[in-house]
């Protein structure tokens, strides 16, 4: 069964501080695409594009469109059936930054550290 963990590092949690600037129904959706994910992986389901992308280097984004902006929320595995959300950004261009893309690997790197995760 896969499950999601949030990364919370020196007492700050990038998740969490980003959903905080939503609506409380833009959270909902965010919730439940995740929910989505995690309910196709765990019945071994295909995941679309539209739902989820690799990035880079073991780095992915599950996507959310919202009815007026687009929302990134990127992970990766651990463990086999652990999903590690980093943090989400609201998307401003055609592709997705590398400097979000770079914060996702830093977040993983300190992340993976503390909680000894090969």
Do not use: C, W
């Amino acid at each position: 069964m896969y499950k999601v963990e949030f990364v919370e590092l020196d007492n700050k949690a990038p998740f969490a501080e980003f959903i905080a600037t939503l609506e409380k129904n833009e959270v909902a959706k965010i919730f439940a695409s995740i929910d989505k994910f995690i309910d196709l992986k765990n019945n071994s389901l295909p995941i679309g594009e539209n739902l989820s992308k690799k990035l880079d280097d073991g780095i992915f984004e599950i996507r959310v469109s919202l009815p007026n902006k687009i929302v990134r929320n990127l992970y990766y595995y651990v463990s086999g059936q652990k999903v590690i959300i980093t943090h989400g950004f609201v998307k401003k261009s055609q592709k997705t930054p590398s400097s979000e893309i770079a914060k996702a690997k830093e977040l993983r790197k300190k992340y993976n550290e503390r909680m000894s995760y090969e």
